[in-house]
């Protein structure tokens, strides 16, 4: 007699897995060689905390921007205002003391001074950002949005105990006009007020053009 129970019956796997279907509103595509645009433009930077876009990297039908956040300790700084710095940092959902701050800020109608939001400012004056809210949020993938999309999606980070490294990526969908444009950063908890940065959209457009697949079939 076996002491372990067998294990249970696996489910039959199917001949062919569903083929997975990219919404270009959500990211980029994955199969595709981007056109990169260099940017290494500084969208905000304090004596703890710098907000840098380091390249664009542009698609047929949108473009990701690739972003890197440093915080350091600074000279004299506290234990509890870099656990505050830390906080914002790594933004942990599960995080008592963040969770409280968002609903506190729910209650009086403001979003959480700990959301890091960005934003882009098109040349007609029209806006989108990261905290829009679509009426079909809680369906995937969704109708096709009317309005543009911007999206922040995490990449990674790290933290040596005085540093704290992350990475993000926006997504802009659909690819914005030739022209001029401003990318839009306010992070209140760690000091950045809203702040605009221009950027080139004919170099985008540019880019978007040199774009090509991995393989030709």
């Not at 019956?9 to 001949?15: A, C, L």
């Not at 994955?30 to 290494?40: H, M, Q, R, S």
């Amino acid at each position: 007699m076996d002491f372990f129970p067998p294990p249970r019956p696996r489910d039959e796997e199917p001949d062919e897995e569903s083929a997975f279907t990219r919404v270009p509103w959500e990211d980029a595509p994955e199969d595709v060689i981007g056109g990169i645009v260099p940017l290494e433009r500084v969208l905000a930077r304090n004596d703890h905390l710098a907000i840098v876009a380091t390249q664009a990297v542009a698609y047929a039908d949108g473009v990701e921007i690739r972003l890197r956040l440093r915080a350091r300790r600074r000279p004299g700084m506290g234990r509890d205002e870099w656990a505050l710095v830390s906080r914002g940092m790594w933004g942990y959902d599960d995080d008592p003391w963040q969770v409280a701050a968002a609903e506190e800020a729910a209650a009086q109608g403001r979003h959480p001074d700990g959301l890091l939001r960005f934003g882009v400012r098109f040349a007609d004056g029209s806006v989108v950002t990261t905290v829009d809210e679509r009426d079909d949020d809680d369906e995937w993938p969704g109708q096709r949005p009317e309005r543009p999309v911007l999206s922040l999606n995490e990449e990674g980070g790290g933290s040596s105990g005085e540093n704290i490294d992350s990475e993000y990526a926006l997504w802009l969908w659909p690819l914005p006009p030739p022209q001029l444009f401003e990318l839009a950063v306010e992070w209140p908890l760690l000091g950045v007020d809203l702040t605009f940065t221009p950027l080139d959209g004919a170099e985008i457009a540019a880019a978007a053009a040199r774009a090509r697949p991995f393989w030709d079939s």
